[in-house]
């Protein structure tokens, strides 16, 4: 696989970090990936805050930056937000071309990297069960990345996304024809991400994962991948997938309450707890509640079974291309 969208994106290594919401890839972990030669995504966030943080990582390295956009909950000023980044990376909509920058589009299916192709995407990326946070779709990574270079032209741009933690699982992407591997889990355990200190540790401890549509307040219909903690336990001892009248209340509730102000959503944080039933896609920050750690979800890919220490991102980066 040729490595053309690369050069000319101007990444120098075949490494990209996911960008993870909800505050976790902020403008240090996004400019630490570029900086050493990888490509770093900031996630979606409140509109105001994602411009700030754009802004601080394109002060802090002048390599290409990422910004990553959630169709069903992106806004006007989100893509207003966004504007500077050098890349748009979309995800979990249908997909339809909003930008003149590079855009690359995250697809769980063939029909899905098909429709991205034909909205005009310079590139999608192959998205495997195997990863963390929220999944779109229900095939191992590999073999989806097998029947996607199959239903599209020759030489399309593909990115890997799932199962991936270490050089070697780098490079088994590569030799299946990605033009980068696209990481999460990796990076979220890395010294630059804001996931609160105790989740990290928790991650270092875990060898198991569950896809569920638990933590789906606001966000119904979309299974994530978590480490248990108190309301996985609580709430899903009967089905991995939560209580089937939970699921039933966020489809209902789920248009109304993702368009609550921020402030709201905040506060509503406060109170959440692992004994609550509604819980919140939010994961545990630097900013947000500490409660979260045992009522919020603890995302991560089943990679996580395979990591067991938490390093700066720039060295990470050099690791996982082989080059350093």
Sequence with gaps: MTRALLERLGVEL??????????????????????A???????????????????????????????NLLINRARARHWEAARPADVIVTFWGSPRRRTEKPWLHQ???????????????????????????????TTPALELLRQVRAALPDGYPLLL??????????????DAGAEAAVLGTRFLMSEESRARRAYKQRLMESRETVLTELFGLGWPNAPHRVIW????????????????????????????????PDSLQRNALKR??????????????????ASLLDSGPLYAGETVA???????????????????
């Design 161 to 174: 996304a799932g199962g991936i933690a270490d050089a070697a699982d780098v490079r088994r992407g590569l």
């Design 229 to 260: 903690n108190e309301a996985a336990e609580r709430w899903l001892r009967k089905d991995r997938r939560g209580p089937r009248w939970v699921r039933a209340a966020n489809r209902l509730t789920g248009p109304a309450l993702s368009r609550l």
């Design 306 to 324: 395979r990591i067991h220490d938490v390093r700066p991102a720039a060295e990470l980066v050099r690791e996982l291309a082989g080059v350093g």
């Design 107 to 137: 697809c769980g299916s063939v029909d899905e990297a098909q429709a991205a192709r034909a909205a005009g995407a310079d590139g999608v990326i192959v998205q495997g069960v195997e990863a963390g946070g929220h999944v779109r779709g």
């Design 37 to 67: 030669g990888g490509l770093g995504t900031i996630g979606i966030m409140p509109a105001p805050a994602l411009a700030k943080e754009l802004a601080k990582a394109k002060q802090a390295t002048t390599k290409p930056i990422a910004v």
């Design 272 to 289: 959440q707890r692992a004994t609550m039933p509604f819980l919140s896609p939010q994961p545990a920050t630097e900013e947000t509640p």
């Design 14 to 35: 075949p490494i990209v970090q996911a960008g993870m919401g909800g505050g976790i890839a902020g403008s240090e972990l996004a400019a630490a990936v570029s900086e």
